[in-house]
């Protein structure tokens, strides 16, 4: 798994509410990036970052910040949670190869 | 647009049965087509990278081609341990930094 780990790996919220999911890696990769997954639309990029204190927007990025302090650790904060951001939240880095991505675990976040 | 698409949707196939999986694409310029494995509960995990028509890259029983306007993914004599949802994606040459994922296909093999 590249050493990336994802903190929670499962959390139940309240619509409202805002939400930090935390990325970690090991290995001192430059590019990290957030995903989410729903069935029908398939991983979607969220955000990512080229750097500490570099980051910029992916496809969905409405109602989503993130942060890079930083190297090894990459921030994902829902504002104020809606149901409609109910998914798997997936974090990545860019390995060896130019364009070749690892993924961690996942996060499953419910808002109810 | 650019844009990835995935065919078929499941394929259930007998173990020893091989067959292909489709990937197609309409891109302005790619920079690479990947192809990912992913297993329930799990993040995908990279297979391949190609980066122009008439590559192919092989590990185990799966090789990846690529044509100008599709990629496949041929699985010869499937086992069981092959079931997963294997997913296509492209990084366009108008960002560097972004990779764009299809919807997947979901392969289950029976014994």
């Known amino acids: 798994d590249a050493g990336i780990t994802q903190s929670p790996r499962h959390k139940v919220t309240e619509t409202g509410t805002p939400v930090t999911l935390r990325c970690h890696q090991t290995e001192n990769h430059r590019y990290m990036y957030w995903y989410r997954q729903d069935p029908g639309h398939g991983l979607r990029l969220i955000h990512y970052s080229y750097g500490v204190k570099d980051t910029d927007k992916g496809e969905v990025s409405d109602g989503y910040s993130v942060s890079r302090s930083k190297t090894e650790d990459f921030l994902l904060t829902l504002e104020s949670a809606t149901s409609s951001q109910t998914s798997v939240y997936f974090c990545?880095?860019?390995?060896?190869?130019?364009?070749?991505?690892?993924f961690g675990p996942g996060t499953r976040l419910t808002v109810t | 647009e650019d844009q990835v698409t995935q065919s078929p949707e499941a394929l259930r196939l007998q173990e020893g049965e091989s067959s292909s999986l489709n990937c197609s694409y309409t891109v302005s310029g790619l920079r690479g087509l990947f192809w990912y494995r992913q297993d329930p509960g799990k993040g995908p995990e990279f297979l391949f990278t190609l980066y122009s028509a008439g590559e192919e890259k092989e590990k185990e029983r799966l090789k990846a081609t690529l044509t100008k306007k599709e990629s496949f993914l041929h699985i010869t004599a499937p086992k069981p341990e092959d079931s997963a949802t294997y997913l296509c994606a492209y990084s366009p040459k108008t960002s560097y930094d972004k990779v764009i994922f299809g919807p997947g296909t979901s392969l289950s093999v029976i014994p």
């Open positions: 990545a880095i860019r390995g060896q190869g130019p364009y070749e991505q690892y």
